[in-house]
């Protein structure tokens, strides 16, 4: 939108509330003005003709009064009317009254018996009056009768009566009556001060005729035409009446608020109403409705035209003042617009002194600025263009230069291709799978068979961290990698072999048994530059071992059933009665069965070992007691031999997580080795110590030691060097076997030191941390 | 005099356990199967049961289990002698059916008189 239209809107809606406002207030209160202006006159009119319309009946009580007391008409009715002297006089007096007040059309005496007997209509002299009100009243005090139409003169007008009375006796004489005209009740009423154009007052009598002219229709009404309105019907209601009675002239109290009737011609009036009490007449004040709002109609027609006229002139202020406003700013849009296609000439030159004739001021500066600083912008661009021109040249020479080195290498290229086709060849000719890492382990170069063997393709592997392409993981944990060979051969830059059970896992799921080595690969620096590494699928070796295990199992449980026939009837035998030959072939039988039972017992282990199915149960163990224990249960043993046992166990031994059972096999494997091969009265020593993060267990003999040539032999089993045998026939071979397993899948390692002829130690090692549990199927047998 | 009941198909083992059980002064019955252990029992009130595991006709986890499913026979108590080791479900189903077991060929008759004596005093 515009600025100029929003300041127009605004301005306009502010003007319109604003005026609104104003108009709907001062209408408001001209109104409420106008009209209590209107109807305090109107009501005020009304008091003020009560108090003059009684004031004037009072008065005119008073002249007939005056009149009454006249000593001539008293002489006259006193003379019994005979005396003429006193008549002449009484006439003159009746003339005189009629001649000096035009406002009597007739007066006359009657005597106590009702009868005309002077009057200033000679032809009324002699009528009985005697059932007139006014002769009934007029007896009892001064009266003044209706306006009625005489019937004798035909002329509208009232009446006022007195007694005549006697000043010497107080006897009534007679009444004088005057006729009078209505003039001057007329002219009362008929002033039209404080009454504006519809406003009147007039008078009706209780039969609620018209007493006085009509505003609307004249005189014709009097006596002839009856106000049929409410207010008219109020005024005479007793109860109504009875509230005026002697409230005195000047006390409006009982006069009601004005209020809305229709009046006799059927128009809508503001009006009030007055008992006259004196006359029994009702005073009707009212003025038409129209005549009050019709000034109000006028207001309200002469603000909103007011309104509309000052409306109109502030647009147009408005207009042009936003114009004024807006005008430099649409120059300034126009200056930017030609800039904008390109014209930095252009200037906006606006001579206001505002904001926005600064603002265009600043523009024109700015574009001037702006034509500058492209001017040298153009001649920066035009350097370095050419600069850039010289540099491409340049660089065009060094590509032609490259072209040629690279044409070099390419003939280089192509012997090595040749050398490299050939390793390829020789690669992917060996039967066992074979990939090259990187020292970043990522895959460099991979044969057929390592491809083939989880379905690989040759660009899925070559770039990739093994791991991604060939995962080596244990058999017994498919979770955890397996490739501390590879690492262990990168680090040390020794070949590394894999280690027992690791199986490689294909991505589907699939499971192959491996086996082999890793074998670093180094630069012409000695520095271990990758690794290769070469595996072959062994599953079905494995499945062999398998079988081989199970058939041990087999066949030490169907060995164990007979063994024990035998055994115990050879228990039974000793409890029957043997000479001593036979004791001693029964003894002889005992323990060869039970030397068969310890081998059977002993090659279920080693199966158990084997299959990797074994349990292992940690519990928190302090080894110094367990070996303590032990020593204690051989005792005899060694007592037997004349021993000398030392130990050296490491005070504050903490407890370490190890399966008691299990390393409770291995030291009694050492310790029953000690005792066998050391000689009689020959020295043992125990010692258990801490070193890095193991606890260490040494065991040492003073035996015959191992040979050289057996040293890698001890461990394997069934082994049994020939010195040993020849000391010890009996052993099976598998003790140590057993206690390397044992401890290797403790998390230690088993190692030994020998010199022949003077003894062996026998290591283990297990971690501060711990043995991690393991959920096998099966235990040693003890 | 308690009663026991001798169960393995090794007629040498039988044997040998009912002459030391007798020697000891208790009666037994044999059975060579676990079919005629368990008509045995029927007909017959016994006080412990010496159990084999591997035995033709019926084995002796079907014999425990059918004895520990029957109301009459289920506070008869058993042992349970075998060779067999490695077979950790069958050790699972002894000890959730309550009861001892030896391995034959490490125990001496002694050891087993005194485990007799233990369950039946």
């Known amino acids: 939108m515009k600025i100029r239209t929003r300041i127009l809107i605004n301005f306009l809606v502010v003007f319109v509330i604003i005026v609104t406002i104003v108009t709907l207030v001062t209408v408001e209160l001209n109104t409420r003005a106008i009209r209590a202006t209107y109807l305090n006159n109107i009501q005020g009119v009304s008091e003020m003709r009560d108090d003059e319309i009684r004031r004037f009946i009072q008065d005119q009580k008073t002249i007939i009064i005056i009149i009454s007391q006249e000593d001539g008409f008293q002489e006259f009715l006193q003379s019994g009317q005979i005396r003429s002297e006193y ?67 035909n002329k509208i007008g009232y009446a006022l009566s007195a007694p005549i009375i006697d000043s ?9 009556v005057a006729r009078v005209k209505p003039d001057g009740l007329f002219n009362l009423l008929e002033d039209r001060s404080g009454l504006g154009q519809t406003g009147e007052t007039f008078l009706i009598n209780k039969d609620r005729m018209f007493l006085t002219p009509s505003l609307f229709k004249g005189s014709d009404v009097i006596l002839k035409e009856k106000v049929e309105t409410q207010n008219a019907k109020d005024c005479f209601n007793p109860e109504e009446i009875a509230k005026y009675k002697d409230a005195p002239i000047g006390n409006h109290l009982n006069m009601p608020q004005l209020k809305q009737y229709v009046d006799y011609r059927g128009v809508n009036i503001y009006g009030t109403h007055s008992y006259i009490q004196e006359s029994g007449w009702c005073l009707i004040a009212k003025i038409d409705q129209s005549e009050v709002s019709d000034p109000v109609r006028q207001q309200i027609i002469f603000h909103v035209a007011a309104n509309i006229i000052g409306g109109l002139i502030f647009i147009i202020v408005a207009f042009l003042v936003s114009r004024s406003i807006t005008k430099p700013l649409e120059e300034l849009h126009e200056g930017t617009e030609v800039i904008e296609k390109g014209n930095l000439d252009y200037k906006v030159g606006t001579d206001t002194r505002d904001e926005v004739g600064q603002l265009s001021r600043s523009f024109d500066v700015m574009v001037a600025s702006i034509k500058q600083s492209r001017i040298e912008v153009d001649k920066r661009v035009e350097e370095q263009t050419k600069e850039l021109v010289e540099r491409s040249r340049a660089m065009e020479e060094q590509r032609a230069a490259i072209l040629n080195i690279l044409e070099d290498v390419e003939d280089e290229k192509n012997k090595t291709a040749v050398e490299r086709d050939r390793m390829d060849a020789i690669l992917h000719s060996i039967g066992d799978g074979v990939f090259v890492v990187d020292k970043n382990l990522s895959i460099i170069l991979i044969n057929d068979v390592a491809l083939k063997m989880c379905g690989h393709e040759i660009k899925d592997a070559v770039g990739k961290n093994y791991n991604e392409v060939l995962r080596f993981v244990y058999e017994a944990k498919p979770d955890t990698i397996n490739d501390k060979f590879i690492k262990d051969a990168m680090a040390t830059g020794k070949v590394q072999e894999m280690a027992n059970h690791t199986m490689l896992e294909c991505s589907e799921g699939r499971k192959i048994a491996v086996a082999d080595s890793a074998a670093p690969l180094k630069d012409k620096n000695g520095v271990v530059v990758g690794c290769v590494v070469v595996f072959r699928d062994v599953s079905k070796e494995r499945q062999i071992d398998r079988m081989k295990t199970e058939f041990i199992s087999l066949a030490s449980h169907q060995l164990r059933t007979p063994l024990s026939a035998i055994k115990w009837f050879v228990e039974l035998l000793g409890d029957t009665k043997l000479d001593a030959e036979q004791k001693d072939f029964s003894k002889n039988i005992a323990m060869s069965t039970e030397r068969m039972i310890e081998l059977v017992n002993a090659l279920l282990n080693v199966s158990r070992i084997e299959s990797g199915r074994i349990v292992i149960a940690p519990t928190p163990t302090n080894i110094g007691d367990l070996l303590k224990g032990m020593i204690k249960e051989l005792q005899q043993k060694i007592d037997e031999r004349k021993q000398v046992l030392n130990t050296d166990i490491a005070e504050n031994l903490s407890k370490i997580n190890i399966d008691p059972a299990l390393i409770r096999q291995v030291y009694m494997n050492l310790l029953t080795n000690a005792i066998k091969y050391t000689p009689v009265k020959g020295k043992i020593s125990v010692k258990i110590f801490v070193k890095d993060t193991d606890v260490i267990s040494q065991i040492t003999d003073t035996g015959i030691g191992i040979p050289e040539e057996d040293k890698n032999k001890v461990f394997t089993k069934f082994y049994r060097s020939a010195d040993a045998v020849k000391i010890e026939p009996n052993g099976n071979g598998l003790g140590l076997y057993l206690a390397i397993a044992i401890v290797e899948s403790s998390g230690g390692k088993m190692w030994f030191e020998s010199k022949v002829g003077q003894g062996t130690s026998f290591f283990f090692s297990l971690p501060l941390s711990g043995s991690k549990p393991k959920k096998g199927e099966v235990s040693l047998d003890s | 005099m308690k009663k026991i009941l001798v169960v393995d198909d090794e007629r040498s083992v039988v044997e040998v356990l009912t002459k030391k059980l007798i020697s000891e002064g208790y009666e037994v019955g044999v059975a060579y199967d676990g079919q005629e252990a368990l008509d045995k029992i029927a007909k017959e009130k016994f006080d412990l049961v010496l159990l084999d595991i591997i035995m033709p006709v019926l084995d002796g986890m079907s014999v425990l289990k059918r004895l520990k499913e029957s109301e009459e026979t289920k506070n008869i108590p058993v042992i349970v002698l075998t060779n067999l080791q490695d077979d950790d479900k069958i050790l699972q189903v002894v000890i959730a059916g309550q009861s001892d077991y030896l391995i034959k060929a490490n125990y001496s008759l002694e050891d087993l008189v005194e485990a007799v004596r233990k369950k039946i005093p």
């Open chain 1, 87 to 153: 008549a002449t006089s009484a006439q003159q007096l009746l003339g005189a009254y009629l001649k000096e007040d035009s406002i009597f059309n007739e007066i006359f005496l009657l005597d106590n018996k009702g009868k005309v007997v002077l009057s200033t209509d000679k032809t009324q002299v002699g009528e009985d009056k005697n059932n007139d009100p006014y002769f009934v009243n007029g007896l009892k005090g001064p009266y003044i009768k209706d306006i009625y139409l005489s019937s004798t003169t």
């Open chain 1, 168 to 176: 010497k006796t107080g006897k009534t004489l007679g009444v004088v």
